[in-house]
């Protein structure tokens, strides 16, 4: 490793794989399946998700006139991404995953609907409840439970940085 990855390396966060909720601890990436609990509504579909991925793109003025000459550079492209509070479960037990929650996806739709109309090419990805996805995060809160009749809803909240969808394999 080069001096410069190495000072670098100390920077960037290490998150720690962590196969059971229940074990996690500090910086973690752990795996699970999305439960909902406060859904939002994708500005595009209607459909409901806990996070909303939205990215819309007009063609810039200069595009219609060289239209083909330099691909897709002079588009005009907008990304934004809303997220919820929701649950993540495994076998051992669940986390209240706490997301970055991002703008309002249905004000910046509008919006860009108001001005640009039927030039606006926008699309979305969603995640929903049921599926599975890595959560790579702090774990703010643990929290044990003397007996089984007082467990609540989630054994630990974890602040997310970073959610993936995980591939099939």
């Known amino acids: 490793m080069g001096w410069l990855s190495q000072l670098f390396s100390r920077f960037r966060r290490q998150y720690v794989p962590t196969e059971l909720i229940a074990s996690a601890r500090g910086w973690v990436e752990i795996t699970g399946t999305i439960e909902g609990l406060e859904l939002l509504q994708c500005p595009i579909t209607g459909d409901e998700a806990v996070a909303v991925y939205y990215r819309a793109i007009v063609p810039g ?5 060289y239209a083909g000459l330099l691909g897709d550079t002079l588009h005009v492209s907008s990304q934004a991404q809303q997220a919820t509070d929701f649950i ?7 986390a209240l995953i706490r997301p970055k929650y991002g703008p309002n996806l249905q004000g910046i739709h509008q919006e860009l609907l108001r001005r640009h109309g039927l030039e606006l090419q926008a699309g979305s990805e969603l995640l929903v ?9 702090f774990v703010a809160e643990h929290k044990d439970h003397s007996t089984p009749h007082r467990r609540g809803p989630y054994n630990l909240v974890i602040d997310a940085d970073e959610i993936a969808r995980v591939e099939a394999d």
């Open 88 to 94: 993540l479960r495994d076998a051992s037990g669940a």
């Open 61 to 65: 003025a200069a595009s219609r006139a």
């Open 129 to 137: 409840p049921g599926e599975r996805i890595v959560v790579r995060g």
